[in-house]
């Protein structure tokens, strides 16, 4: 069964500072991996998606993601936060049909 | 567009009432997804439909949920009756179908059983 883990339930970083959020995954078919980006009280919204071709995906607000096979990961990255960077992220896989299964998420803390 | 529509977006009902939640996708959507989340289990799928056929219901808890898409424009999660155990966020999202498209999330109604 395909799935994603995501290292970190929380990652604190100062504004300007490099975000990191990692994600690998496990599928036994080329992937189709998403990110998305949870505010408080808010619905999900779509950050960035890779399903083929380039492996360096950008995406809304900065961020970036690239997808390496070889590490069975796609890490988030943006190169300097922003207060309103905090939120929660969540990795996911598409699996069969259209059915997306997420990771358990990660809460990025940003400080002044 | 206004986006995904859902409501109420708060719920606070006793144990043992039935509960409905409502979804409007996207005009033009015609796959449609029901999702919940809670601290415990994190987000899981529930059910979707392509064309307001139920595709996939495997992630329906038990036979108390059910979910209906009588048009292209509307669907409907219940849970008669309701537990304790199913206070959670539930989320309707929408998308053009296919694996690889994005699929927009409404912005969750928060159900509370007491």
């Known amino acids: 069964a395909q799935s994603v883990t995501q290292l970190g339930s929380h990652v604190s970083v100062s504004e300007g500072a490099l975000v990191l959020l990692r994600c690998n995954y496990s599928?036994?078919?080329?992937?189709?991996l998403f990110w998305y980006v949870q505010y408080p009280n808010q619905g999900l919204q779509l950050l960035l998606k890779?399903?083929?071709?380039?492996?360096l995906v950008k995406g809304i607000n900065g961020f970036e993601a690239e997808f390496k096979k070889s590490e069975t990961s796609f890490h988030l990255t943006k190169p300097s936060a922003h207060m309103s960077d905090a939120a929660e992220y969540f990795c996911?896989?598409?699996?069969?049909?259209?059915?997306?299964?997420f990771g358990t998420g990660t809460r990025l803390l940003v400080s002044p | 567009d206004a986006g995904v529509i859902q409501s109420p977006r708060h719920e606070v009902t006793e144990m043992g009432q039935e509960v409905t939640l409502r979804c409007k996708p996207i005009?033009?959507?015609?796959?449609l997804f029901w999702y919940r989340q809670t601290m415990m289990r994190g987000l899981e799928l529930l059910i979707y439909f392509n064309n307001n056929v139920p595709i996939d219901d495997s992630g329906m808890p038990e036979d108390r949920f059910s979910a209906k898409m009588p048009n292209a424009s509307f669907s409907t999660l219940k849970i008669q009756p309701s537990e304790p155990r199913d206070s959670a966020v539930y989320f309707c999202?929408?998308?053009?179908?296919?694996?690889?498209?994005?699929?927009?999330f409404g912005p969750g109604t928060r159900l509370t059983v007491l």
């Open positions: 890779y399903t083929t071709g380039a492996t």
């Open positions: 996911a896989v598409i699996t069969g049909f259209q059915k997306l299964v």
């Open positions: 999202a929408s998308s053009l179908g296919g694996r690889d498209n994005e699929q927009f």
């Open positions: 599928s036994s078919v080329p992937p189709y």
């Open positions: 005009s033009g959507h015609n796959s």
